[in-house]
Each structure stands twice: as structure tokens, then as C-alpha cells.
């Protein structure tokens, strides 16, 4: 990928591990997460671990061969060394544990059933957190996962790229609500738009939509949703999480309150079960979700990165969005600080 994006894979920030509801007591879970082998589990107490997957005493994969979870502990299938959620081996068949025998632990938040883990280059723990977003009379959490040949930069850009929704999603009437702004780590803006629905134009529905976008360094992006005139609101999650330094590990999630004003839609809609309108439209919505994304594959899959890009002056705010990226790498932190 170097040939194609002039900076690191693995830049920092917090980064998507895992649902909540993966994580139950007792399960041992494992990915390939910014170019490591980790693994997560859930404690009697309830916390949740992230840990790299490999046994600081002679090397065996955790996950593998018969690794277990005793408690508050993961226990090795090669010697049974534990190892507690602070890393620490608490003990072992035969003997006293070694004071070397330290499981290197991830920095872990976990808010509106997502497992998130921190990576810093130089494994500094964070001064930030990502804000944990009200969910209150939202539905259940619909969910998809990709695996791209990409880099979250480019995944997370198209946040800020207005332009392209006309070009590759069909909506028609973009205009910026709200100026993006950079405050730390965090970086917002809102957008209003017109989704062209085809069949659905004919029957003149309202598909005006506003569109509030939170972005919390490169891995984490949430995207609030509003259809005033049918009461839709929805909140969809985007986590672009590094894997093997070739690929990002994507997940998109999505939930939303009941419509308010079925009737707006086709009349006599309210008369249905709400349960049942509910989860229709969670399902169709859900669907436009995957093929608004999906629609970016093969443009992310191919594209380079170019520096400095030939802008149009209504391209939107790629040039502060590239500005706000180079917090999250090592190497252009430094660069910036003259060092």
C-alpha cells in the first residue's frame, strides 16, 4: 500500500474491536487489529480486555489449541499460565509466576454496545476519548462488515466530500448546513440533500434529509440522520479499523427511533403493528445504508492518494479535513513541530 498512500497504516486513534453483544461472559474472541494478533474477552466482573494474542512466557496463541477464560483471567492451552485483564500473570501449575511474564493489554471503552481500543505508535496511553452519543429510544443495532483493500483516511474522507454524493449516490440538492469545524480530535459538520428514489419520485415523498457528521480521528465516524417530514431518525455508525497494513476491517452499524408520521408516507401505513412498521423500515433503511457504502468499494479499493489534489472551489473541505489527519501519525506530528 506504500505506493499508494504516503503515510503509515496504523495511524493513532481509537479504533472498533467488537460488539458488545460479541463479547459475552466467557468468550474468547480474536481479529487481526493494526497489524497485530489480539484478543478480547469479557470478565466475570464484566470489563472487557483487549490483549495481544500471543503468551509472553514461550509464544502460544492464546485463541488457539484450547485457550480458555477462568474468571477474570485467560489461560493459556501451551503451559496454562493466567493472565488477568491488567496483563499480569496471576499464576501458573507449577510454580510462582514470573515477574517478566507481562501480557501487553490495549487501552479499552466500551459505549452504545461498541468495544473500542486505543493504538498509539509510541503505546501512550489516550487524552482523548470518543463521545459516548445518546441512544435513548433507539432500536436494536443492525450490523455489516467489509474487508477492503484500504487505508481509514480515504475511507473516512468521504465524510467531508459532498461532491461525490451526487456523482456516485444520487442525491441531488447538497448544500452545507453547518461549516465543518475541527476541535481536537473531533471534527463535525452538517449537510442537507435530496435522495433521487426513482419510482418513488413519482409519488412525490418528501426525501429531503439532514445529515450531522461526527468524525473521532480515522477510525471512528457517526452520521445523524433526519427525515423531518416522515419523523425518521436514525443514527449510523462507520468504523474503518486498520488490519494487516494492506486492509481496513469495516463495520457499519445503524439504528433508529420509531417513525413518527407513517401516514405521510403512503396513508393508512399507521395502521399497521407499530412493531411490525418499525421493523420494516429499520430493514429498508438499513439496506440503503449497505448500498450507499458499497457504492464506494471499488473507487477506495483503486484510488491513490494526491498531494496537494488539483481542487475545485466547490469540492467541499478536503483541504481542512488533510490538515486535521496528520494529529493521528507520528511522523507528521513531527514534521509539523519542526522536529
Known sequence: ????????????????????????????????????DI??????????????AFCPHLGAHLAKGGGCIEGDAVRCPFHGFRFDQTGACVSTPYGEPPKAARLKTWHVDEFAGFVMAFYDDAGRAPTWRVDECDIAGFGELKTQHYWLRSHPQETTENGVDPAHLTVVHGYKDVRELVPLTVRGPHLTGAYQMRRSAGLLDALNLKLDSQF???????????????????????????????????????????RMKPIAFPERIVPGLDKLPRAMLTALAHAMIMRVFENDIEQDFEIWTHK????????????????????????????LRAREAGE
Open 1 to 36: 500500500m506504500a505506493y499508494r498512500f504516503p503515510f503509515s497504516p496504523f495511524p493513532d486513534g481509537w479504533y472498533f474491536v467488537c460488539y458488545s453483544h460479541e463479547l459475552p461472559r466467557g468468550k474468547l474472541f480474536n481479529k487481526t487489529f493494526m497489524g497485530r
Open 212 to 254: 450531522v457528521v461526527h468524525v473521532w480521528g480515522l477510525g471512528y465516524s457517526r452520521v445523524e440522520v433526519v427525515v423531518p417530514h416522515y419523523g425518521i431518525e436514525v443514527r449510523q455508525w462507520i468504523f474503518s479499523t486498520p488490519a494487516d497494513g494492506e486492509h481496513v476491517d469495516l463495520h457499519i452499524a445503524l
Open 39 to 52: 484478543i478480547a474477552f469479557r470478565g466475570a466482573d464484566g470489563r472487557v480486555c483487549v490483549a495481544d
Open 304 to 331: 491513490g492518494y494526491v498531494s496537494p489534489p488539483a481542487l475545485s472551489r466547490d469540492d467541499g473541505p478536503i483541504g481542512l479535513y488533510r490538515r486535521y489527519c496528520k494529529q493521528f501519525y507520528p511522523e
